[in-house]
């Protein structure tokens, strides 16, 4: 059984588009993330949730909006698609403790063309 | 200055020998440190955890740490071809957030 799932795992779509990525996780865990890794491999963190709420924010544009309908799951709507979102998208989830690990999920690749 | 430094490589290493990689960091609050590993295509897989100073060590992998110095560091021992893969470098902000390297790249040469 996944731990950390997402789909659609591939996602090919015009610009100016609005897509939806979904993430569910059955370890758990209180916390759940997305990160954006571009070409360059550098994971950075977008938003994260604890329990339904929303606790980390990072500088985003407001065209990606997250919504968690309960602690397992943690989606990301994203619209009016630049070519610049064309990356891999990655949800996590931990455990609310600062040794805690995260786990991943096996991310989303996006090409916005 | 970037909160968790790794030399982004690639390092290249012949296979049997001692892979060192190593990372910096600036919050001196920081109390765990993280290797995870990325294949190509894959998601980030956690190594090695390590919250004291000193080494730690699981198999071929040793993390090492040294607060006062602000690093931590990952050793493989006979290094294989399948170790080859982008390791990151991740340092906890809070009981939520982890702050990552940017990875390095690591090619074992058979």
């Known amino acids: 059984d996944t731990a950390v799932s997402q789909t659609p795992k591939y996602l090919v779509t015009q610009m100016g588009n609005d897509k939806s990525i979904k993430c569910e996780q059955n370890l758990g865990h209180d916390t759940m993330y997305w990160y954006k890794q571009d070409s360059k491999k550098f994971l950075k963190i977008m938003f994260s949730?604890?329990?339904?709420?929303?606790?980390i924010n990072e500088t985003v544009p407001n065209r990606f909006s997250p919504k968690s309908p309960d602690k397992a799951h943690l989606n990301l709507h994203i619209n009016s698609l630049e070519l610049g979102d064309s990356a891999v998208y990655f949800c996590?989830?931990?455990?609310?403790?600062?040794?805690?690990?995260?786990?991943f999920g096996p991310g989303t690749r996006l090409l916005v063309l | 200055q970037k909160e968790v430094e790794q030399n982004s490589g690639p390092l290249s290493v012949p296979e049997g020998a001692i892979a060192s990689l190593n990372c910096t960091y600036s919050d001196r609050v920081s109390q765990s440190f993280f290797w995870y590993r990325q294949y190509s295509g894959k998601s980030p897989e956690l190594i090695m955890s390590?919250?004291s100073n000193g080494d730690k060590e699981d198999g071929r992998f040793t993390a090492q740490l040294n607060k006062a110095s602000q690093y931590v560091s990952l050793l493989i021992r006979d290094s294989q071809p399948s170790d080859s893969a982008t390791y990151l470098c991740a340092v906890n902000r809070s009981n939520y957030q982890l702050i990552w390297g940017a990875g390095t790249k690591l090619i074992i040469k058979p």
């Open positions: 949730y604890n329990n339904k709420e929303l606790i």
């Open positions: 996590a989830s931990r455990r609310d403790s600062h040794r805690e690990t995260q786990y």
């Open positions: 390590i919250y």
